[in-house]
């Protein structure tokens, strides 16, 4: 049986690339005029690093819809 690693998370992303959630959130989310190229680069490195992806299932419980039908 194959163990998966466990998926990368926001505060992962933000450890990897020494800086704060709340600027890993502002590049997730096109934000990125707020953002030097230097923190930029290394947020982009840290996401392709740690092959992280946004949980579908975190954003659609942020805005109340998961496109799910029940």
Do not use: C, F, W
Not at 22 to 27: G, H, I, K, L
Not at 34 to 51: N, T, V
């Amino acid at each position: 049986m194959k163990i998966r690693p466990p998926r990368a998370t926001i505060s992962d992303v933000a450890h990897a690339a020494r800086t704060g959630k709340t600027s890993v959130s502002r590049y997730l989310n096109g934000e990125l005029h707020l953002l030097s190229a230097d923190l930029k680069a290394r947020i982009e490195q840290a996401i392709a690093d740690l092959s992280y992806r946004p949980s579908q299932m975190a954003r659609g419980l942020k805005r109340g819809r998961t496109r799910l039908i029940g």
